[in-house]
């Protein structure tokens, strides 16, 4: 079988692959569940591989023949402690690297050139290239970090839901929604929030977002506050002739009309998504190691 490379961004909510051959033409395509190494290693290398041997399916090839590629994952948490390398070592490809999810991200919103990317999904995670040196802030988790993410959203949407039913603050009609969820009993949404994985407190991103724009006071603080974290987090990585600053993932269009005024002239499209980012990182590694063996 001729030589590929496979490139995975391992997100919060599914995990998506793509194999290429090794001038970056795009074969196929898979999708498995979920990445979220730090709250459920296990099954995020199930989910990592099966959408491997998925992308190896649709191009018409043997899925079992994964261990014979060379593959990039990028995959929030790959900063934290030794879990990048657990995953390279129990990863069945023939070789693999395992990165943060910034990088893939950075990677395929301004291929090779400089400027700020902040990728806004389940978690959250920002990356910056300047003068070719990256650096990158952030994907700490929601418990602790992950400011302005789908699972920071929903958290944030239970907890003054519950401070509203106990009087501490004003209620609004998304609090209300929530509570009549819930069966106005405030100890079925600790239950959920002692059982539920970042997905799904990310689940309820939409009905914040819908509710803010609807004038709702509570679901408007929420985006407010987040909003003000993007700009902390976008001020911690800018410098003077930053080109341009990338908002990626499935709620950056929707943080775009709440971002301070300041940052928009520097807003540019994505070149790409951070699945592509993957698979040009994958491609660079098939190629350096054929370079390497010749």
């Keep these: 079988m001729k030589e590929l490379a496979i490139g995975i961004d391992g997100g919060g909510t599914s995990c998506r692959a793509a194999v290429a051959d090794r001038d970056g033409n795009v074969l196929g395509r898979g999708k498995a569940g979920p990445a979220n190494i730090l709250s459920d290693l296990e099954n995020s290398l199930l989910n990592i591989v099966e959408s491997a041997r998925q992308a190896l399916s649709d191009a018409g090839l043997d899925a079992e023949s994964v261990a014979s590629v060379v593959s990039v994952v990028g995959v929030a948490g790959a900063n934290v402690m030794d879990y990048g390398q657990r995953i390279e070592r129990a990863l069945l490809f023939t070789e693999g690297r395992v990165v943060t999810d910034a990088l ?18 389940t978690g959250s995670v ?74 799904d407190f990310a689940s309820y991103a939409p009905m914040v977002f819908k509710h803010a724009a609807e004038g709702d006071v509570v679901a408007v603080g929420i985006v407010r506050d987040a909003a003000t974290a993007i700009g902390e987090s976008l ?60």
């Excluded at 602790?144 to 959203?153: K, N, Y």
């Excluded at 998504?273 to 990182?281: F, I, P, R, W, Y």
């Design 235 to 294: 001020d911690a990585l800018l410098w003077p002739e930053c080109p341009s600053i990338c908002l990626l993932g499935g709620l950056a269009e929707a943080y775009e009309p709440w971002l301070s005024e300041r940052y928009k002239p520097l807003l540019a499209r994505p070149k790409n998504d951070a699945l592509q980012g993957a698979v040009e990182l994958a491609v660079k590694l098939l190629n350096d190691k054929q370079r390497g063996a010749a």
């Design 126 to 199: 920002y990356s910056a290239r300047r003068n070719g040196r990256l650096k990158g802030i952030g994907g700490w988790g929601f418990i602790v970090g992950d400011q302005a993410s789908g699972a920071r959203l929903g958290r944030d949407l239970m907890e003054r839901s519950l401070l509203a039913h106990d009087g501490v603050r004003p209620a609004s009609p998304i609090t209300e929604a929530v509570m009549t969820e819930y069966g106005n009993d405030p100890e079925r949404i600790v239950e959920f929030a002692h059982t539920a994985r970042p997905k």
């Design 104 to 121: 893939i991200s950075l990677q395929g919103a301004l291929g090779d050139a400089d400027g700020i990317v902040g990728a806004f999904g």
